[in-house]
């Protein structure tokens, strides 16, 4: 294990009987880095992370935090990890500064600790107005909120976020991803798992998919569009008083040019296409038709698209 | 230590609650009229003696609901995951539960007896003979309840719906509880205060363990 190793699972599987919900995965996730952990519902995500923050504790394999297995070690672990659980709730009777007290407490903090954390975990998550109301009066984005408020009360090195952006609307999850950028500077190790990728591609280093229980790849956002070929796709927007091009199915003609959707002014070039001699002779016959070409762009299968080659779903 | 803080919390949160508000003031209403509207006593059973019988049976049984149906709903809304994680043992969140409850209860219970004999005072039929037989069935009540609590803990635990768990909660609670009382009806030189209290303390213990055990091998 590296130096700057901060979570490793070590080929770990995990059974519910007879449904294999972990098949032994194993991975890294260095010190100070935000891993997306992403896969279709009932991948396995949930059962790894609680294997992680200590729910599961009957699992094969070896989990590591700092290179301390949390099998045997649990006891002085469990404060380095904070976890914004999926569905957890609160019980109803509690105030919002009341779930800070109990949990803040139990993570053992001291009184003058808690109050200070308190106040500037409600200042990050932008609570401090409903301190004292009680939790059943708050909305769902100010709940999901308080979730990982909790999570950070003891100033945890790991965070665990269990499918935080779930059900909550545009404007909350802006502001969640604005908190979980800001936490990045303080070098916070982020496990973020999803079921939509959109949620993790902007604010993951290193992005794992996960599906029937294996994880299928890892790499940076980057390192993933690039690994997975699923054919170049060029994009041309013409000046819209112009027709795209008079004769545009001579562009089939072309050699590697595999389809051409006039409707949405794209162009599929096969899989072993030479792109720039594909792009040479599409240009060139784009301005023998006189077309008027306001952009003209190589575009990159999306992640999205990557994403759903993997777990096996369809891209449009 | 996390036991008590638990304790303190759950006892906050249930003192508070909307069941408890009712047996706080419930039962002591209760008591204050059954002294009205009954006889002074029963075939020698003074009222006091019968307020502590029924309220701890009301309260006994509202409880058991009370918690069992608290900790289904805690289950499904995965409340307990967020303890967990951290430096809390599975026993103290069940074990809290119970003495919160129980506690709120015993103070409920006690005021209303409380109501009755500051009546019996007021109207001068507090007999010495009749205190002791009012501590006795206290006794029996309070004991009767610790079955009930335990018994609604159980059902909380293994059951995943709100309604069955009140159902069972109100028919078995009530019901097992009673068989504390039992054996004085046939073997007559037992104590019943004594032989209750015994009972009940045997019993809680033991349907407590159960409940401990099941609440650990739960996957949250």
């Excluded at chain 1, 296409?273 to 190589?298: M, V």
């Excluded at chain 2, 069992?68 to 499904?76: A, D, G, P």
């Excluded at chain 2, 309070?142 to 309604?163: D, E, K, R």
Aim: overall charge neutral.
């Amino acid at each position: 294990m590296s130096k700057n190793t901060c979570i490793e699972f070590k080929n770990v599987s995990k059974n519910y009987k007879e449904l294999l919900a972990l098949d032994d995965i194993s991975f890294k996730i260095p010190k100070g880095e935000i891993f997306g952990y992403i896969g279709p519902n009932g991948a396995g995500k949930t059962t790894t992370i609680k294997i992680l923050v200590g729910l599961i504790r009957n699992f094969k394999g070896d989990v590591l935090v700092y290179g301390r297995n949390i099998s045997n070690d649990w006891k002085n672990l469990h404060n380095l990890i904070g976890f914004h659980p999926q569905e957890a709730g609160f019980q109803e009777w509690r105030t919002v500064d009341h779930v800070f007290k109990t949990f803040g407490r139990l993570s053992g903090l001291t009184s003058e600790q808690l109050e200070q954390r308190t106040q500037e975990i409600l200042e990050l998550i932008n609570l401090s107005d409903v301190r004292y109301k009680k939790i059943v009066h708050l909305s769902g984005g100010m709940f999901q909120k308080l979730r990982l408020g909790q999570a950070l009360l003891h100033e945890p090195q790991i965070l665990v976020l269990d499918e935080p952006l779930s059900g909550l609307d545009p404007n909350m999850r802006f502001q969640f991803k604005k908190i979980i950028k800001k936490l990045r500077k303080s070098e916070i190790t982020i496990l973020f798992s999803s079921h939509i990728l959109s949620d993790v591609q902007d604010v993951a280093d290193k992005i794992g998919i996960l599906n029937k229980g294996k994880i299928l790849t890892i790499g940076s956002p980057e390192e993933l569009q690039n690994s997975f070929h699923i054919g170049n796709i060029i994009e041309i927007i013409v000046a819209e008083n112009t027709p795209l091009c008079e004769n545009l199915e001579d562009l089939s003609n072309i050699e590697y040019v595999e389809n051409v959707k006039s409707s949405k002014q794209l162009i599929h070039l096969k899989s072993d296409a030479d792109i720039d001699l594909s792009i040479t002779s599409i240009f060139e016959l784009l301005i023998q038709q006189k077309c008027k070409i306001r952009t003209f762009n190589l575009v990159k299968p999306s992640l999205e698209e990557v994403y759903l080659k993997y777990v096996g779903g369809k891209t449009e | 230590m996390s036991l008590l803080l638990l304790f303190l919390d759950e006892l906050k949160g249930y003192a508070k609650s909307k069941v408890m508000i009712v047996l706080w003031f419930g039962l002591p209403l209760l008591s204050f009229f059954i002294q009205f509207i009954s006889p002074q006593t029963l075939e020698g059973m003074p009222i006091s003696s019968l307020v502590a019988l029924i309220v701890s049976s009301i309260g006994g049984t509202l409880s058991a609901i009370m918690l069992s149906t608290s900790i289904v709903s805690e289950k499904n809304r995965h409340v307990y995951e967020l303890f967990l994680i951290r430096p809390v043992r599975r026993s103290s969140l069940i074990l809290a539960k119970y003495l919160a409850v129980y506690l709120c209860l015993v103070i409920a219970v006690s005021i209303s007896l409380t109501v009755g004999l500051l009546i019996d005072a007021i109207t001068g039929d507090l007999i010495k003979n009749y205190l002791d037989i009012t501590f006795e069935s206290l006794i029996i009540g309070v004991s009767s309840m610790s079955i009930t609590c335990s018994i609604g803990i159980f059902f909380g635990v293994l059951v995943s719906s709100v309604p069955l768990a009140a159902i069972l909660s109100v028919y078995l609670g009530s019901q097992l509880s009673s068989i504390i009382i039992l054996p004085t009806f046939f073997v007559e030189i037992l104590n019943p205060g004594i032989l209750a209290l015994s009972l009940g303390v045997v019993i809680t213990i033991f349907i407590m363990s159960i409940n401990v055990i099941l609440f650990s091998k739960k996957q949250f």
